[in-house]
């Protein structure tokens, strides 16, 4: 075990004095919102509707959810953060929030998602809600992120069930369709990841964390980058190609994932020298998230335009 929060002491010179940013900053935001949309991208796009009060319940239990389980993730994480720069300045390794009440806001956060999803839509989605708070939280921070280069790989799942959640609160059931939105982030989660991870190497390699890129080196991580970024090219047109999706989410997905791929294309080809200011990377790493809030919002307004009959 690389790092647990027992091991975390904040010092004397950083007195504990809490303010409510300081908690909204373990629930990590930027990630929350993109969670959420694509929560309520899969709950639009779904077959049928949601009484609205029911749809905001879900939507709220899904962010309780990814907050909170982004606050576990910084609970157990900190005395790691501690030691990387890009997280140094984080609640906790800044001494701004007690590990105990980040512990116990986590936990208060994802008690409430599991409940409120549980009761106001059912205990199906609230199901799926609890395996990717586990997935988070257990599976990827607690035991594959300290041990393996393939830990995003698998961990990537955490991220990829909010569609799948919200589209099983509006129908009940899971398809094709749910599966396939799980599947597009799930393989989209690697090139996001180490795109960033290529321009963060020397932290995670300083901190012992088998990022890809410290243990297999940038030439592997980067062809690995361009092999996922062109698998996702087949992979999010799926729903057009399989009937499930229409055609301006059809040719929508292949220039929105075209261009994703066109931007892994320098990222898998090239060396980086010492000095290398890792462009190509940081332009990809920016792009995978508006790409991502792009194809799902896609997504829906292809649904809209289905339902009323604009396009077949
Ligand atoms: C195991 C999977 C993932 C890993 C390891 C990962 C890692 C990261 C890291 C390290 C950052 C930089 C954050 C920072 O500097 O604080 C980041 C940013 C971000 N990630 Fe991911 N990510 C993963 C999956 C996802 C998923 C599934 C989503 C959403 C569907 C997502 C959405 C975002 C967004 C929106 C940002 C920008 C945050 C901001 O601007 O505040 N990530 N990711
Ligand atoms: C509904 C629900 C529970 C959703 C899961 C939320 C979610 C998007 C998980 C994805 C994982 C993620 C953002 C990892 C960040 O990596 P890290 O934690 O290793 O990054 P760090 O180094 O910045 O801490």
């Given at each position: 075990?690389?790092?647990?929060t ?7 010179a ?12 373990l629930?990590?935001?930027g990630?929350?919102r993109l969670v959420?949309?694509?929560g309520l991208?899969?709950?639009l796009?779904?077959?049928g509707?949601?009484?609205?009060v029911?749809?905001f ?5 899904i962010?309780?959810?990814?907050g909170?389980a ?15 720069k ?9 001494g701004?929030?007690?590990p105990?009440?980040a512990?116990?806001?986590a936990?208060l ?8 999803m549980?009761?106001a839509?059912?205990?199906?989605a609230a199901?799926?809600l ?11 921070t607690m ?10 790989v ?14 099983v609160?509006?129908?009940?059931d899971?398809t094709l369709?749910?599966i396939?939105l799980f599947?597009?982030?799930f ?12 321009f963060v190497k ?9 990022m890809?890129?410290v243990?297999?080196g940038?030439?592997a ?6 092999a996922?970024?062109?698998?996702m090219v087949?992979?999010?047109a799926?729903?057009w ?7 301006v ?9 075209g ?16 000095q290398?200011?890792?462009k190509p990377?940081k332009?990809?790493?920016a ?10 919002g896609?997504?829906?307004i ?11």
């Amino acid at each position: 075990m690389t790092s647990t929060t027992t091991l975390f002491t904040p010092t004397a010179a950083t007195p504990m004095s809490s303010h409510w940013r300081d908690f909204l900053a373990l629930a990590k935001p930027g990630v929350v919102r993109l969670v959420v949309f694509t929560g309520l991208c899969g709950m639009l796009a779904a077959p049928g509707s949601i009484n609205p009060v029911l749809g905001f319940a879900a939507i709220l239990s899904i962010a309780l959810a990814a907050g909170g389980a982004a606050a576990f993730n910084q609970w157990y994480e900190a005395d790691l953060d501690s030691r990387m720069k890009r997280t140094a300045r984080r609640p906790i390794p800044a001494g701004r929030v007690a590990p105990k009440d980040a512990r116990d806001f986590a936990a208060l956060l994802c008690g409430a998602s599991v409940l409120v999803m549980g009761l106001a839509i059912g205990w199906l989605a609230a199901s799926i809600l609890v395996v990717s708070i586990f997935y988070y939280v257990v599976v990827y921070t607690m035991w594959l992120k300290p041990r393996t280069p393939q830990n995003i790989v698998i961990g990537g799942g955490a991220g990829a069930f909010p569609p799948l959640i919200g589209w099983v609160a509006v129908t009940g059931d899971i398809t094709l369709t749910p599966i396939l939105l799980f599947a597009i982030i799930f393989f989209w989660t690697p090139p996001h990841f180490w795109a960033l991870a290529m321009f963060v190497k020397s932290d995670y390699a300083k901190a012992g964390i088998p990022m890809m890129p410290v243990v297999r080196g940038e030439r592997a991580t980067r062809w690995q980058i361009l092999a996922y970024a062109l698998f996702m090219v087949p992979l999010a047109a799926a729903p057009w190609y399989l009937g499930t999706a229409g055609i301006v989410y059809g040719v929508a997905s292949l220039v929105l994932t075209g261009m994703f791929a066109l931007l892994a294309v320098p990222v898998g080809l090239r060396t980086s020298g010492a000095q290398d200011t890792m462009k190509p990377e940081k332009r990809l790493f920016a792009y995978s998230i508006i790409y991502l809030f792009a194809l799902f919002g896609v997504l829906v307004i292809d649904r809209v335009l289905q339902d009323a009959g604009v396009i077949g």
